[in-house]
């Protein structure tokens, strides 16, 4: 594996557990042009109630004012979940040239899991891939948050003790 990949992905791989941190899905995602960060963002969907505002998503426009362009041309994007078609199309419509993720995404992933958007012939741009790097801690962490969301749930379910009916008034 490339080193650098891997470091650039521990980087996305904070972003995420932050958003964990924050009661969000965590993902993140960082964009790289000639070894310098020019864009960041992990996922703000509760806390900006924007169903747009995924990790790509922020990190690209960030980028974008970042180089005061909207061709990032010349990076490289890393995100920690394989992008869903939301952000494989914003990756598109940037024309990033090269995107690493992290864990895929049965139910979503639009990279390789349900599409292939990033490398589909049909479309005017086609991005090299790299899939699989730090998969697993960035799979960990969606298996533990959801995991403590569903006990969050089971709780808030629980019933009610029943009323103490011993004691008269
Ligand atoms: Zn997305």
């Known amino acids: 594996m490339n080193p650098e990949d891997e470091m650039?992905?521990?980087?996305?791989?904070?972003?995420?557990e932050q958003a964990a941190a924050h009661g969000e899905v965590p993902v993140g995602a960082i964009i790289v042009k000639e070894g310098r960060i020019i864009g960041m963002g992990r996922n703000r969907r509760e806390a900006d109630q924007d169903p747009l505002a995924h990790a790509e998503v922020l990190a690209i426009a960030q980028?974008?004012?970042?180089?005061?362009?909207?061709?990032?041309?010349?990076?490289?994007?890393?995100?920690?979940?394989?992008?869903?078609?939301?952000?494989?199309?914003a990756i598109v419509n940037a024309r990033i040239p090269r995107v690493?993720?992290?864990?895929?995404?049965?139910k979503a992933g639009?990279?390789?899991?349900?599409?292939?958007?990033?490398?589909?012939?049909?479309?005017n741009h086609r991005c090299e891939v790299t899939g699989g790097v730090l998969a697993e801690p960035s799979a960990a962490l969606l298996r533990q948050f959801f995991a403590t969301l569903r006990q969050q749930k089971a709780a808030s379910?629980?019933?009610?003790?029943?009323?103490?009916?011993?004691?008269?008034p």
């Open 8 to 16: 650039y992905m521990r980087i996305a791989l904070d972003l995420a």
């Open 63 to 89: 980028a974008a004012h970042d180089v005061g362009f909207w061709r990032l041309d010349d990076t490289t994007l890393y995100v920690t979940l394989e992008p869903c078609p939301m952000c494989a199309g």
């Open 100 to 106: 690493v993720y992290g864990a895929a995404d049965p």
């Open 110 to 123: 639009a990279v390789h899991s349900l599409f292939a958007l990033l490398t589909d012939a049909r479309l």
């Open 157 to 168: 379910r629980d019933p009610q003790p029943p009323p103490d009916t011993t004691e008269s």
